[in-house]
């Protein structure tokens, strides 16, 4: 057991508030995993799609300013 191991079973523990057994413990790490690498996707897509809005709302910008 990595210390990686030990701390997400601590905070599991304490988020979750449970002791599981080994086997529903791995079934829950895999649905963690699942869920935290959906949070990291979204997250990055939303990163994304806000720099490319901050680079439009520039480039009007700069389009309005050379206009005047």
Not at 18 to 24: D, E, G, I, S, T
């Amino acid at each position: 057991m990595t210390i990686m191991d030990m701390a997400e079973f601590k905070l599991r523990e304490e988020f979750f508030g449970l002791r599981a057994q080994p086997l529903k413990e791995r079934e829950e790490s895999k649905q963690l995993v699942r869920m935290w690498q959906t949070i990291k996707r979204i997250t990055l897509m939303c990163l994304l799609a806000g720099s490319f809005m901050f680079y439009y709302v520039l480039d009007k910008m700069n389009q309005a300013l050379t206009v005047l």
